[in-house]
């Protein structure tokens, strides 16, 4: 099997690393837009399957290309370059897996052109979208009754600095859209829609984490998929104590506005303005970071009222030199890629992860976590 990664930023180095240790993988083909990204992959790699190739991934047609030289692609690519890969994967008749989540109904409505093009496009298959939903299916598989299952998980900082007790490991667009966006959940088998910053509640979590907050977050797909499974689901986003209160002040006096202003002369919008003043400070001092994740299931199982809880709090990997959000974000994906690789999943069009891993592909998947270093806790009550 031939793979191609679109994209290698700090988790598309990651995704290639690994899924290059796969047996049933013969070649890897990198690609970015920059040859200094791809130098520093292939570098890093230090793999004979991995090769770099130059292109533009901003089109559909450059994509489309790209995927026609293989058989799975990884995409690793902003949320704005996301449908664009799936409609290209489908022109290419190439399977892809994506890190992104967003644009679910888009992408959903496409599911009847990948089955036509024997391809299966499984979106948001990362940490959150991704291990969560598994969660959460699994949480309603398990009971008979599902009442309400919640989804919360968040990228913090190992060593948090104020004022803002944050540190973006990634892509600060993704994180912008959490304090500007309405958030979608479902509720008795409709989608809900909750306004940006919602349902704010401190959460605690294990050591070295402690006291936190969390507000109401867009679930993806989630309340699509689950809504007639599920009488409630919803998911939050985790941040140390008094940042979403702070994000909450500035989006309340317009700092967070995407509408432009004319500022002598200079059309700008606010949220451009403040993007370029918290970017340095977001993006200062130790690269080391921890994912938290707790998933709550209640309902009723054997007659019985029966609560499943999921947890895990991952710290940056010191022995291989990766963050945790890397590693979170990359694992699942690769996972899912090789076992597309070995056969061991044969579905055909659109599925997010809640769809494609359920029963004993559960098991097999949490299993192969594990070994790559992400351990989740369970625990029923």
């Given amino acids: 099997m031939r793979v191609v990664v679109l994209g290698t930023g700090m988790i598309g180095n990651l995704v290639v690393c690994e899924i290059a240790k796969s047996e049933a993988v013969a070649e890897v083909l990198a690609v970015d837009g920059l040859q200094k990204n791809l130098d520093q992959c292939v570098s890093q790699a230090n793999n004979v399957k991995v090769k770099g190739k130059l292109a533009q991934l901003n089109e559909v047609e450059g994509l489309t290309d790209v995927m026609r030289e293989a058989d799975i692609a990884i995409a690793c690519l902003p949320h704005s370059l996301s449908f664009l890969a799936v409609q290209a994967a ?20 496409l599911n009847g052109a990948a089955q036509d093009s024997n391809v299966l496009i499984v979106p948001g298959c990362g940490v959150a979208p991704g291990i969560v939903n ?7 598989e398990l009971l008979d009754e599902a009442d309400e299952v919640t989804m919360i998980c968040g990228g913090l900082p190992r060593h948090p600095k104020p004022p803002l007790w944050y540190q973006v490991v990634f892509r600060l667009e993704s994180v912008m859209k959490l304090y500007t966006r309405p958030a979608l959940a479902a509720e008795n088998g409709k989608i809900i829609e909750f306004p940006p910053l919602s349902g704010l509640e401190d959460i605690h979590f294990p050591e070295p984490v402690g006291a936190c907050e969390a507000v109401i977050t867009d679930a993806h797909s989630v309340p699509h998929t689950l809504k007639n499974k599920v009488k409630k689901i919803y998911e939050k986003t985790v941040r140390y104590k008094g940042h979403w209160t702070k994000m909450g002040v500035l989006a309340e006096l317009g700092f967070l506005d995407e509408k432009t202003l004319n500022i ?30 707790r998933v709550i299931a209640k309902g009723k199982r054997d007659g019985e009222t029966a609560t499943f809880t999921w947890e895990m709090v991952d710290l940056y990997d010191r022995e291989r030199n990766i963050t945790s959000m890397a590693k979170t974000t990359a694992f699942p ?23 494609l891993i359920t029963g004993e592909k559960f098991h097999g998947f949490m299993t192969e976590l594990k070994k790559r270093g992400i351990t989740i806790s369970f625990n029923k009550n």
Avoid: N
């Fill in 134 to 140: 598994a969660l959460a299916a699994r949480g309603a």
């Fill in 264 to 293: 002598d002369g200079i059309m700008i919008s606010p949220q451009q303005v403040t993007t370029a003043l918290l970017e340095p400070k977001l993006k200062s001092g130790s690269i080391e970071d921890t994912t938290v994740l």
């Fill in 90 to 109: 489908i022109s290419a008749k190439c399977h892809l897996v994506d890190l992104v989540g967003s644009q679910y109904v888009e992408k959903e409505r």
């Fill in 333 to 355: 994906a690769v996972v899912v890629a090789d076992w597309m690789a070995r056969g061991k999943i044969a579905d055909q069009g659109v599925l997010p992860i809640e769809q």
